[in-house]
């Protein structure tokens, strides 16, 4: 088990060097709701695609393009609901972004290396992304009461 933390944290900065060149990161707002403690928390109107006010995180690379998943969870985040929820959203994430590196990166037969590399590059930058909100997540997305 003490390996296996030095191996992910080098895939994750492994993954990020390797996207590093060709990011982009887009960032749509609307206006802010009242109150500081609502203010961190994407609204159903506004969103930062794959980061937060004070976080950039890119939604496409040279091997990802995760702006729609990324659109989707912060949707999902500001409607909330418990810590399931939460859960169920992040899983969603990760299945729109490994939905997103299939369609990229399509495979027509094993013998597709180059296809299958990419597309191995993708799904690290997804687990990566996933373990980033499962880890930090859960102070924007909005909790309900029960």
Same mark, same amino acid.
């Given at each position: 088990?003490?390996?296996?933390?030095?191996?992910?944290? $080098?895939?994750?900065? $492994?993954?990020?060097?390797?996207?590093?060149?060709? @990011?982009?990161?887009?960032?749509?707002?609307?206006?802010?709701?009242?109150?500081?403690?609502?203010?961190?928390?994407?609204?159903?109107?506004?969103?930062?695609?794959?980061?937060?006010?004070?976080?950039?995180?890119?939604?496409?690379?040279?091997?990802?393009? +995760? $702006?729609?998943?990324? $659109?989707?969870?912060?949707? /999902?985040?500001?409607?909330?609901?418990?810590? +399931?929820?939460?859960?169920?959203?992040?899983?969603? +994430? @990760?299945?729109?972004?490994?939905?997103?590196?299939?369609?990229? %990166?399509?495979?027509?037969?094993? %013998?597709?290396?180059?296809?299958?590399?990419?597309?191995? @590059? /993708?799904?690290?930058?997804?687990?990566?992304?996933?373990?980033?909100?499962?880890?930090?997540?859960?102070?924007?997305?909005?909790?309900?009461?029960?």
């Amino acid at each position: 088990m003490a390996r296996v933390r030095p191996m992910l944290l $080098a895939a994750a900065v $492994a993954v990020l060097v390797l996207t590093s060149s060709t @990011l982009t990161h887009h960032t749509a707002t609307a206006a802010t709701q009242p109150g500081a403690a609502e203010a961190t928390r994407p609204t159903a109107t506004e969103t930062h695609h794959c980061g937060t006010d004070t976080i950039q995180v890119p939604d496409r690379g040279a091997y990802f393009d +995760f $702006a729609d998943a990324c $659109a989707n969870h912060d949707v /999902c985040y500001a409607t909330g609901g418990s810590e +399931f929820d939460r859960y169920l959203c992040d899983r969603a +994430f @990760l299945s729109d972004m490994t939905a997103s590196c299939n369609a990229m %990166w399509p495979v027509s037969s094993i %013998w597709d290396t180059a296809q299958l590399r990419s597309r191995r @590059l /993708c799904y690290g930058v997804a687990y990566t992304y996933y373990l980033g909100v499962r880890l930090g997540g859960s102070a924007y997305f909005n909790y309900i009461p029960i």
